[in-house]
């Protein structure tokens, strides 16, 4: 179904658009709705389209020979996928899935790229793979030198500010690969959280109850990730 100027509202980046460009690049996006676990593309696949988000949360996956994986990137309404079209970056050994169900508007960079006539959505995409390189680099760090309970807070308020909602779905499963750990690793920490007053977490729902303490129990890097994105998209976030 192709994109209604409501559509591309949804995904802040799109909505950051003049009206005109808006109105050029809407009939070149397809709307689609995203399932839980879907294969975006798998490693050493290539992308053959852009998307955006309006209510899915895409990860980025970085898997190991062991077959061990922990995700390195969370693209939400915040952002897009496929970035490295516009790179010439070729084939990545990372995985792209979804890890929250909902919709998305897919188009080509070709498409997309010849009524950008001003440049300002290839600028846009640009900066954005900037914000996910320091997202990334700033996630390796974290999952070495901080506590579980820590990076369990960011990635819930990571989560939160690419929904815009204190309220989503997360199995143990996504839970584990979120923060790089096993699954009862992850329901200690789920667990701890909970009793301290800062979420609630029951068969696969996770509500926020308590941002402020949430932020408090998150280690610095959540901070430094959503103010690099600040301050490089002059977009808020979350």
Known sequence: MPASLELVAGNRLLASLPTTDRERIAPLLTACHVGR???????????????????????????????????????????????????????????????????????TPEDLMEADVDGLLHSLVLRYANTLLVQASITAACNRLHSLEQRAARWLLTISDRLDQPKFDLTHEFFAVLIGAQRPSVTIAARELQQDGLITYHRGRVEITHRAGLRAAACGCYATITEHYVRSMGLPLG
């Open 37 to 107: 676990g879907e294969n975006i593309s798998a490693p050493w696949e290539p992308l053959t389209e852009m998307m955006f988000p309006t209510s899915s949360v895409i990860s980025v996956v970085a898997e190991t020979a062991e077959g061990d994986s922990v995700e390195v990137g969370t693209i939400g309404r915040e952002g897009m996928v496929g970035s490295t079209l516009l790179l010439d970056g070729g084939l990545s050994p990372l995985r792209v899935m979804c890890q929250i169900e909902g919709d998305a508007l897919t188009g």
